[in-house]
């Protein structure tokens, strides 16, 4: 079946990196991604992964899959205040459309 | 408008009342997506539209639960008989077709009393 598992909470001090982790299930996933969503407002497309690559890095932004062991993390550079928020983990399966499996979100806090 | 907009922005109703949300997509994107985001069950997919091809409703929860989408636009979703662990927000996204990006609205929450 598809689940998408992501820790609950994350605290990190302002100008220190983050790392948010996340494992899937279903090997048939095509595209990975990472939402966030900031109190009130809708989620927002970060970045995402083809399943064939190992690595994407886009500004602050890496993201690192290992596919053997179904993991997918999410690093973020020089965490600053507006990173403040919820970060999901989604995953596409193959077929034909782009049906997304959220993991529960990770709370990002940056603290001073 | 530039983005998904969704409308109410909060619905307060009476369990047992039926109620309807609203979503305008994107012009031009063909996909439209419906998801509820609750506490208990985090995100989950309730529905999906593409151009004039069947739904896929697989993620509806139960049949009070129904959607539509007028000339390939506006989306409706209706509740019927609502209960209280329906209360959730309810998002709406679209995209330029079926494995596009989708952006998502800004979503309506349904608080049942």
């Known amino acids: 079946g598809e689940d998408v598992e992501q820790s609950l909470f994350l605290s990190v001090r302002e100008g220190d990196s983050s790392v948010i982790n996340c494992t899937y299930t279903?090997?048939?996933?095509?595209?990975l991604y990472w939402y966030k969503q900031e109190p009130g407002a809708g989620l927002q497309l970060l970045t995402y992964?083809?399943?064939?690559?190992d690595m994407k890095q886009d500004q602050r932004l890496t993201v690192l899959l290992n596919k053997k062991d179904k993991h997918l993390s999410l690093r973020i550079a020089d965490t600053q205040t507006g990173d403040s928020a919820i970060y999901f983990c989604?995953?596409?399966?193959?077929?034909?459309?782009?049906?997304?499996?959220f993991g529960a979100g990770t709370r990002l806090a940056v603290h001073p | 408008g530039a983005g998904v907009s969704q409308s109410p922005s909060n619905k307060v109703t009476e369990k047992g009342k039926d109620v309807e949300l609203r979503c305008d997509p994107i012009?031009?994107?063909?996909?439209l997506y419906w998801y509820r985001q609750s506490l208990g069950q985090g995100l989950e997919f309730l529905i999906y539209?593409?151009?004039?091809?069947?739904?896929?409703k697989s993620g509806l929860p139960s049949d009070r639960f129904s959607a539509e989408r007028t000339g390939g636009s506006v989306s409706t979703l209706t509740i019927q008989r609502t209960q209280q662990e329906d209360s959730a927000v309810y998002l709406c996204?679209?995209?330029?077709?079926?494995?596009?990006?989708?952006?998502f609205g800004p979503g309506t929450r349904l608080t049942v009393l």
């Open positions: 996204a679209s995209s330029l077709g079926a494995r596009g990006e989708q952006f």
């Open positions: 279903d090997s048939s996933s095509t595209y």
């Open positions: 989604a995953e596409t399966i193959s077929g034909g459309y782009n049906k997304l499996i």
């Open positions: 539209f593409q151009g004039n091809s069947a739904p896929d």
């Open positions: 012009s031009g994107h063909t996909a």
């Open positions: 992964i083809f399943s064939n690559m």
